[in-house]
């Protein structure tokens, strides 16, 4: 059974991916513009968790997972999927690389023997809420960044150097060493207010309202996110790779800023799959 590391880089918009310089992840394989699950990352990620992730609509295995499609003969097709829940639904005609019981796919990973480590940086996997709880309880390890000096958006340094840490300490421990291992990890960088540790405007004015410092800024924050991934994504050759983002941000389109709401601009999401 292979590793998997899932990451998911939130309210990142498809067309600031295409325009930023992040040459490590580019080079990672395909990226697919998709539309997400939820307009806002409880929803998405929650998706996310029973094996729904985003599409593309492209018919393409694992990528495009719509519930049917009718062939030329007007018969019932199914792409196939990359992770799916056993239940509910209907298991008929339904197709996937893995396919997992429990009540999400963390604890349909787990069923099968993996370890599952976690790491968010949103308050949505701050396991101190009771929506945070709900999102995090099924990991066997889940570490949230808000310890003093840390401001949960700017932890990305101290996720991937806990995951990492989390990881090399599965792989020594005789407990664990021989038995796979799920791991993710949220970004909080590319979220509203698009901050990250050092960078110029952190004590900026609030920059909704000015759509070309938004774009420019979740640009920055993703390149700034780039530089810091080589390391963690070497020691990911041998992973089944997922990165996605949960939902886009509406930028001033139709007057409109943020998400939690129906916009083109929050559907619309950058997804990679890259199987080992």
């Known amino acids: 059974m292979n590793n998997i590391l899932f990451i998911t880089l939130d309210s990142l918009r498809w067309d600031v991916f295409l325009r930023a310089d992040a040459p490590n992840l580019k080079a990672l394989g395909e990226w697919k513009r998709a539309w997400t699950q939820g307009t806002f990352t409880l929803p998405a990620h929650m998706a996310f968790f029973v094996g729904k992730l985003p599409q593309t ?16 003969e007007h018969r019932e097709t199914f792409n196939r999927e990359l992770w799916r829940l056993n239940n509910p639904e209907r298991a008929i005609n339904h197709r996937a690389k893995t396919l997992l019981e429990g009540s999400n796919i963390i604890d349909g990973f787990r069923k099968l023997g993996y370890r599952a480590y976690g790491t968010g940086a949103v308050n949505w996997f701050n396991p101190a809420l009771p929506a945070g709880r709900l999102m995090t309880g099924w990991f066997n390890d889940f570490r949230f960044f808000d310890d003093t000096g840390f401001s949960p958006l700017n932890s990305a340094p101290a996720q991937i150097e806990w995951i990492m840490n989390t990881v090399d300490r599965h792989e020594k421990s005789l407990l664990t060493r021989n038995r796979p291992f799920f791991s993710f990890i949220n970004f909080g960088e590319t979220h509203h207010r698009y901050t990250y540790r050092g ?13 070309d410092a938004c774009m420019y800024r979740q640009m920055k ?21 997922v990165v996605c983002s949960d939902h886009g941000d509406a930028m001033g389109e139709d007057g409109l800023w943020g998400h939690g709401f129906f916009h083109e601009k929050v559907m619309e999401v950058p997804f990679l799959i890259r199987q080992c």
């Open 57 to 72: 609509l492209d018919d393409t295995d694992f990528y495009d997972h719509t519930a049917k499609r009718r062939d030329r």
């Open 199 to 211: 960078c110029d405007w952190m004590n900026d004015r609030e920059p909704y309202g000015d759509h």
């Open 221 to 241: 924050c993703l390149e700034y996110l780039d530089g810091l991934l080589p390391e963690l994504l070497d020691r990911s050759r041998a992973c089944d790779l």
